[in-house]
């Protein structure tokens, strides 16, 4: 191995060293809670994995790991409704990321509201799902 390529792959392990903290599951995957950094609101949860965190590290935009499509999944890609970060923590266990970030467009679901907890159990009159949140946006305007 010459002494370039060498250093080059002790520099990427060096550069990728804040990765190794993190706890995945058996499919290299950690739970990632998403805020809005000027209102605290809890707007979405997704996966992530060590490509999608280091594309989120490199753009500065979220990038994730969608298991449905089973690729990464650039936020905002077909909405437009990009997630800038402003922040990433880890728990205290290392097993959880928290992504504090700038909703572009204020929207983060893709049923078109701010976010993704949008429905509250009312147990007033038995258990019940009631939706809280209005649609900001229709989704097939959004989703073309």
Request: with cysteine; aromatic share 8%; glycine share 8%.
């Amino acid at each position: 191995m010459s002494q370039v390529s060498a250093n080059g792959q002790a520099a990427a392990a060096a550069a990728d060293a804040w990765l190794d903290a993190i706890v995945y599951d058996q499919n290299g995957l950690v739970p990632g809670i998403v805020q809005e950094v000027l209102t605290n609101k809890v707007i979405m949860f997704a996966f992530l994995n060590r490509e999608s965190l280091r594309e989120t590290l490199r753009t500065g935009n979220a990038t994730y790991w969608s298991r449905s499509r089973g690729r990464l999944w650039r936020k905002g890609e077909e909405s437009g409704h990009v997630q800038r970060v402003r922040e990433i923590r880890l728990d205290c266990d290392g097993d959880v990321v928290l992504l504090r970030v700038e909703q572009v467009g204020g929207i983060a679901c893709h049923t078109g509201r701010e976010r993704c907890f949008y429905r509250r159990l009312d147990t007033e009159n038995g258990a019940r799902w009631i939706e809280t949140d209005p649609v900001l946006k229709d989704p097939e305007s959004i989703y073309k």
